[in-house]
C-alpha cells in the first residue's frame, strides 16, 4: 500500500494559469512534507519544503499543509511552459534516521500550454 | 543550486555481471541515499548512509546491493550479480539537514 497519494495523476493548465496538487498521507508518522519538481531526463529538484500547519509562499508556489487530515497541497500561480513536469509530494518521518527517508508519491504530470 | 554528480549516466550491462554506480555528493553533506525510479513512476527509497554506515534500507535493497564511500571519495553503489529486474534509473542524493539534493540518475539496463 503506498503511503503518499498524489492526485490528479495528470493536469493541463493554460499559461498564465493556476495549477494545483493534492497530496495525502496514510501514515501520521510522516510530519515533514516536500514538493519535488523534475524535468524528463532529469533528477528531481526540491521546489518546497513544509513542516508546519498553514500556508507556506515563495515566489508563484503556495504549500499548504494540514497535519490533522494529513493533506498537502501546492499551488502554482502564473504556470509558465517551463512548468512542465512532473511533480512529486515527498513526506517523512522526523524521528531518527527515518528523517532523510522519503516517501514519494506516484506524481502529478503538468503540462502548461503555451 | 547545490550540485550532485553521478557516473556513469547510462550502462548496459549483462545479467549476472557486477555493475558499480558512482556519486559525488555535495561536497559538506554528510548524508547519503540511492533512490530507484523505474519508467518515470515514483521514486523508490534504497537506503541510506551516514558517518560510513548505513542507517536504514528498504525491502528493495536487496543481499545483492552494497553501498560504501571509502575514505570520502565517490558513495558508491554496488550490484553484483545483477538481474532483469534491477533495470531501473539509480539516484543518489545527499543532504545537510532536511532537504535531499539529487543528482541526474544513472539509468541501468540489464540484458
Known amino acids: 500500500q503506498q503511503k503518499v497519494q498524489q492526485s490528479p495523476e495528470s493536469l493541463s493548465v493554460p499559461e498564465g494559469g493556476m495549477a494545483s496538487f493534492n497530496c495525502t498521507s496514510s501514515d501520521r508518522n510522516f510530519q515533514y512534507f516536500w514538493w519535488y519538481r523534475q524535468h524528463s531526463g532529469e533528477g528531481p529538484k526540491a521546489l518546497m519544503?513544509?513542516?508546519?500547519?498553514g500556508d507556506k509562499k515563495e515566489g508563484r508556489f503556495t504549500a499548504h499543509l494540514n497535519k490533522a487530515s494529513l493533506h498537502v497541497s501546492l499551488h502554482i500561480r502564473d504556470s509558465q511552459p517551463s512548468d512542465s513536469a512532473l511533480y512529486f509530494c515527498?513526506?517523512?518521518?522526523?524521528?531518527?534516521?527515518?528523517?532523510?527517508?522519503?516517501?514519494f508519491g506516484a506524481g502529478t504530470q503538468l503540462i502548461v500550454i503555451p | 543550486g547545490p550540485k550532485v554528480l553521478q557516473i556513469p549516466s547510462h550502462q548496459i550491462i549483462d545479467m549476472g555481471q557486477m555493475v558499480t554506480l558512482n556519486c559525488d555528493p555535495v561536497?559538506?553533506?554528510?548524508?547519503f541515499y540511492w533512490y530507484k525510479q523505474i519508467l518515470g513512476q515514483q521514486m523508490e527509497f534504497l537506503v541510506n548512509f551516514y558517518n560510513g554506515k548505513v542507517m536504514e534500507k528498504s525491502k528493495l535493497f536487496k543481499d545483492q546491493f552494497s553501498v560504501e564511500r571509502p575514505d570520502g571519495s565517490y558513495f558508491t553503489l554496488k550490484i553484483q550479480p545483477t538481474a532483469l529486474e534491477d533495470s531501473a534509473v539509480y539516484f543518489c542524493?545527499?543532504?545537510?539537514?532536511?532537504?535531499?539534493?539529487f543528482g541526474e540518475g544513472s539509468r541501468l539496463i540489464v540484458v
Open positions: 519544503s513544509i513542516f508546519s500547519d
Open positions: 561536497s559538506n553533506h554528510l548524508y
Open positions: 542524493a545527499s543532504s545537510l539537514q532536511y532537504t535531499l539534493y
Open positions: 515527498a513526506a517523512s518521518d522526523p524521528r531518527g534516521s527515518a528523517l532523510g527517508r522519503l516517501h
